[in-house]
Nanobody, 124 residues
Framework: QAQLVESGGGSVQAGGSLRLSCVAS????????MGWFRKAHGKEREFIAT????????EYDDSVKGRFTISRDDAKSTVYLSMNSLKTEDTAVYYC?????????????????WGQGTQVTVSS
């Protein structure tokens, strides 16, 4: 059974950095596109970043472009989200997701499997 487990969240001051990890099991990781989404309190879940099966294609929401980097390590069945220059508005629960077929989707409908999320809190 497919399982995605996020880790690496926590509390950090504005301007700081965090790296989130998402380990996948129960799926053929290298054939899945992977994505990161987030949901802030009182807001809808939003797309953050995605990477296709080969790692050659990535896309980012404008709000994080230049600050966040998505990457993958197929040998470890892990996708990462490196977050720099964090802002208070980045505070949210961050979710990783897996898309069969390997494409990089910017919409949640493209993803079949979801993790439980990890909390990121950025204070001023």
């Amino acid at each position: 059974q497919a399982q995605l487990v996020e880790s690496g969240g926590g509390s950090v001051q504005a301007g700081g950095s965090l790296r989130l990890s998402c380990v996948a099991s129960g799926i053929t990781f290298e054939s899945h596109g992977m994505g990161w989404f987030r949901k802030a309190h009182g807001k809808e879940r939003e797309f953050i970043a995605t990477i296709n099966w080969s790692g050659r294609t990535t896309e980012y929401d404008d709000s994080v472009k230049g600050r966040f980097t998505i990457s993958r390590d197929d040998a470890k069945s892990t996708v990462y989200l490196s977050m720099n220059s964090l802002k208070t508005e980045d505070t949210a629960v961050y979710y990783c997701a897996a898309a069969p077929g390997g494409m990089s989707w910017t919409i949640s409908d493209g993803y079949t499997y979801w993790g439980q999320g990890t909390q990121v809190t950025v204070s001023s």
